[in-house]
């Protein structure tokens, strides 16, 4: 059985976890936060969650995470069969990521955690975010889903990263990322409704105040 390891505080996680939910596939998860120690980092070489066991060992990063299970599992597919069609929602997939989620990341001490942030990474993140939601807009279908008719990992990254995304851009700048984009907006409506989607959302708020608290606390 596969065997997910990390937090439900975090997004990554939770990617990987709504893809073995999506997919109707029986897997454990060992609750656990990233480290350096030496037995997490012969599992997670950057000692990060998520990381996935498996029978043959461990698989890190997320996106190669979602596509091992899109591979390997029965159920719904995440990535479709043509490989334009494949590449088209990988390339999305990696847009939110590097260019969405990657930004916002650079300001969620400020946004979080009571921290402070340094005015050019702010002004970096705000150019950034703009372009990327800019970017997506182009290049995605959301007709209803990200890439088109059927759920993908674009949709995945997408749900996972545009609510911090949000925060931070509303918070620092004053902006709201999907407020001119109805269709957008659309999609996280419709996500939300999906059974999967609010079990995680359950398990991640039961999480929330411990994690901030620790987050917070001294020497943070």
Not at 19 to 38: C, H, M, P, W, Y
Not at 81 to 101: G, H, N, Q
């Amino acid at each position: 059985m596969l065997r997910l390891h990390g937090f439900a505080v975090s997004n990554y996680f939770n990617m990987a976890k709504l893809a073995l939910l999506e997919k109707g596939v029986d897997f454990e998860i060992n609750t656990v936060r990233g480290s350096q120690d030496a037995e997490f980092l012969a599992m997670s070489p950057r000692g990060k969650v998520p990381c996935l066991e498996t029978e043959q060992g461990f698989i890190s990063e997320t996106n190669v995470i979602l596509e091992y299970i899109d591979e390997t599992q029965g159920g719904k597919s995440l990535l479709p069969s043509d490989p334009f069609a494949r590449a088209t929602v990988r390339a999305l997939a990696k847009e939110v990521e590097l260019y969405i989620e990657l930004p916002a990341r650079s300001c969620y001490p400020e946004v979080f955690f009571g921290g402070k942030v340094e005015q050019n990474v702010k002004d970096k993140a705000k150019a950034e975010l703009q372009a990327g939601v800019a970017a997506l807009r182009r290049h995605g279908s959301f007709s209803p889903y990200v890439a088109g008719s059927e759920m993908t990992i674009a949709d995945i990254l997408f749900l996972f990263s545009i609510d911090l995304a949000q925060a931070v851009a509303k918070k620092l700048f004053g902006l709201d990322l999907l407020g001119d984009w109805p269709e957008a907006q659309a999609l996280l409506e419709l996500l939300s409704k999906n059974p999967n989607v609010q079990r995680i959302e359950t398990d991640k708020k039961a999480e929330m105040a411990a994690f901030i608290a620790a987050m917070s606390g001294p020497g943070k």
